[in-house]
């Protein structure tokens, strides 16, 4: 596992600049690598809370980079953010291996997580994990949870679960394995996502988690922003990033706000009540 700090530019937000019609990005300026976890802790501010990014299918290092700062500035999140980046090969048609390679990393983030719980220099520490990435976290917390039983939930914020591509069954089996932890748990699900209907078809048929009934993962216990409504593109697999109602309602979901249906943005169908986590922040990892 490779630990390293990246440094990333924002887009320059002036009147005539780029960004200003929709042309500007982030851009990664450098990377310094560290010895170990603890040497990027030490540098956060004592009792800052965290945002981990766990990316999906078909990803980058690099593009998963821009992307956990992508969300981290379209949540508004006040504390640091890190990165979980897993080896995807990043080919559209290497799914089969993408998903045998975020299996494999999940003892690293389990790792990971642990040592960020231990850690005396972070708060709450939120997860936003997207598409195969949920699938990988889940095992991770299942890990965890076995490891320290309840208290792996006192430090962990918000679970945020966006398109998860998880065959349904597995997942609900595996929310019965995690305790408190799944009370945590936002579902992040578009009816029209068509990168979960293609996976659907490769996985036999079997329904994603991020295309189930909203009613189904209610049974579970567990809180859904069903964002069918909000899908307007070809794909509709990143409407976490690129939808500004799902944004907010990841930002509620962080922040804790005590019913995140009773502030819904418009188009946004939203199920359960939060309890209120404190903050957010943290550096970059590579498992590669």
Do not use: C
Not at 30 to 44: C, F, M, T
Not at 278 to 287: L, V
């Amino acid at each position: 596992m490779t630990v390293a700090r990246a440094t990333l530019t924002p887009p320059d937000d002036g009147r005539f600049s780029l960004s200003s019609i929709g042309l500007a990005d982030w851009s990664i300026a450098s990377i310094e690598s560290a010895p170990q976890v603890g040497d990027l802790l030490g540098q956060a501010t004592s009792g800052r809370n965290l945002l981990v990014y766990v990316h999906g299918f078909n990803q980058t290092f690099e593009t998963a980079a821009l992307d956990a700062a992508r969300l981290s500035d379209g949540i508004k999140f006040a504390g640091e953010t890190m990165m979980f980046s897993w080896p995807s090969r990043a080919k559209l048609l290497d799914y089969g291996y993408d998903r045998e390679s975020a299996m494999w990393s999940r003892d690293a983030l389990d790792q990971v997580l642990e040592g960020l719980l231990a850690s005396p220099t972070i708060g709450r520490i939120n997860i936003v994990a997207h598409s195969i990435g949920t699938m990988l976290t889940m095992e991770a917390l299942r890990q965890l949870y076995a490891k320290l039983g309840d208290t792996a939930a006192d430090r962990i914020g918000a679970l945020v679960f966006a398109a998860p591509d998880i065959d349904m069954d597995v997942f609900a089996a595996s929310v019965g394995r995690i305790g408190p932890l799944a009370a945590k748990i936002v579902v992040i699900t578009a009816s029209n996502d068509r990168a979960l209907a293609v996976s659907r078809w490769v996985n036999g048929s079997t329904t994603r988690v991020g295309t189930a009934e909203k009613a189904q993962l209610e049974k579970l216990g567990l809180r859904v922003i069903d964002a069918s409504e909000q899908g307007w593109g070809i794909v509709n697999h990143d409407l976490f990033l690129s939808n500004a109602g799902v944004r907010q309602a990841i930002r509620d979901a962080v922040g804790g706000y005590p019913r995140i249906g009773a502030s819904a943005p418009a188009g946004i169908q939203m199920g359960g009540s939060l309890a209120a986590p404190e903050g957010a922040q943290a550096p970059r990892f590579d498992s590669n």
